[in-house]
């Protein structure tokens, strides 16, 4: 009901900056707050960053002063601009988006969408 596709990983040397952005589409009513998180194997999901609508963006103590997270509310996009990146950075990145949506005239949620994963690799 809720498709968010993401793009803009790659691989970046040491002290290097990358833009992920983030779009959402579908049957879409409202959505609560969007957000990014990543993941290395055989590590849990973690947030990165997020921003919740009317609130001010929340980040990981790991980047913060780094990384910089942003939305569009008219394009339900977020974007994710990562400076100053460490090779302890390296990660599949999800966008993460908390919505309501409108089916068939019946509201849905809010419920967790998330994208299919960029991978951001950080490596001289």
């Known amino acids: 009901q809720v498709q968010l596709v993401e793009s803009g990983g790659g691989l970046v040397q040491p002290g290097g900056s990358l833009r992920l952005s983030c779009a959402a589409s579908?049957?879409?009513?409202?959505?609560?707050?969007m957000g990014w998180y990543r993941q290395t194997p055989g590590e849990e999901r973690e947030l990165v960053a997020a921003?919740?609508?009317?609130?001010?963006?929340d980040y990981a103590d790991s980047v913060r002063d780094r990384f910089i997270i942003s939305r569009d509310n008219a394009k339900n996009t977020v974007i994710l601009q990562m400076n100053s990146l460490k090779p302890e950075d390296t990660a599949v990145y999800y966008c993460?988006?908390?919505?309501?949506?409108?089916?068939?005239?019946?509201?849905?949620?809010?419920?967790?969408?998330w994208g299919q994963g960029t991978q951001v690799t950080v490596s001289s």
């Open positions: 993460n988006a908390i919505a309501t949506t409108l089916v068939a005239g019946a509201l849905h949620g809010p419920q967790n969408y």
């Open positions: 579908g049957s879409i009513f409202s959505i609560n707050g």
């Open positions: 921003i919740i609508s009317g609130g001010s963006p």
